[in-house]
């Protein structure tokens, strides 16, 4: 099974900061990827998927990007709501592998 | 609009199987468009794929719960279910249904329930 690492496991950002969050499977998945937000009691919401597409309605400062071995969420501006865990999903070959989850935290 | 909801026994015993439906409004769990899996996410922890199946019956599961799960759907109540058996304390989990969109290789869950938590305990 596809494994995918994900870093930081944990960040502590202020308002207005950049922040980047990694995924990195164990073998390739093309652009089988999508990007969740998930707020505390609540289900995750997806933001990204096919790796850089922003959902409908998502807010244009949440980007998604790849590169030959890695995919990157990057909020370009951190807002008050943006404080959350951000989860990577891939799902190539009909088996899906969620990332360990990044717990974006206030500084 | 698409909505979920999980429901089933919050409490479960030990070595004993574990039972959620997952009720389905505002779209057809027959769709060809789309699958529907199971998620789960143990207090304080990351989530976990248990397993989709599409509107042909075929399923797929996660390997590391493959011999213990069963999902299913029932189209006249436009629900779908979830087995697990022989169940122990690492299954207590709060437990989602979710709607994963496979249109033009376009994929992804964008429809989720609110969860129902699951306690594994004697």
């Known amino acids: 099974a596809i494994q995918m690492t994900q870093s930081p496991s944990s960040l502590s950002a202020s308002v207005g900061d950049r922040v980047t969050i990694t995924c990195r499977p164990s073998?390739?998945?093309?652009?089988?990827l999508s990007w969740y937000q998930q707020k505390p009691g609540k289900a995750p919401k997806l933001l990204i998927y096919?790796?850089?597409t922003l959902q409908s309605g998502v807010p244009s400062r949440f980007s998604g990007s790849a590169s030959d071995t890695d995919f990157t969420l990057t909020i370009s501006s951190l807002q008050p709501e943006d404080f959350a865990t951000y989860y990577c999903?891939?799902?190539?070959?009909?088996?899906?592998?969620f990332g360990q989850g990044t717990t974006v935290e206030i500084k | 609009q698409v909505q979920l909801q999980e429901s089933g026994p919050g409490l479960v015993k030990p070595s004993e199987t574990l039972s959620l439906t997952c009720t389905v409004s505002?779209?057809?769990?027959?769709?060809?468009?789309?699958?529907w899996g199971w998620i789960r996410q143990p207090p304080g922890k990351g989530l976990e794929w248990i397993g989709n199946?599409?509107?042909?019956?075929?399923?797929y599961y996660n390997p590391s719960l493959k011999s213990r799960v069963t999902i299913s759907t029932d189209p006249s109540k436009n629900q779908l279910s979830l087995k697990l058996s022989s169940v122990t304390a690492a299954d207590t989990a709060l437990y989602y249904c979710?709607?994963?969109?496979?249109?033009?290789?376009?994929?992804?869950?964008?429809?989720w329930g609110p969860g129902t938590l699951v306690t594994v305990s004697s």
């Open positions: 979710a709607r994963y969109s496979a249109i033009d290789g376009i994929k992804f869950f964008d429809y």
């Open positions: 505002g779209a057809s769990i027959s769709s060809s468009s789309y699958s």
């Open positions: 199946i599409y509107h042909s019956g075929r399923t």
């Open positions: 073998q390739g998945i093309g652009d089988d």
């Open positions: 096919a790796a850089s």
């Open positions: 999903l891939q799902d190539y070959n009909y088996l899906w592998t």
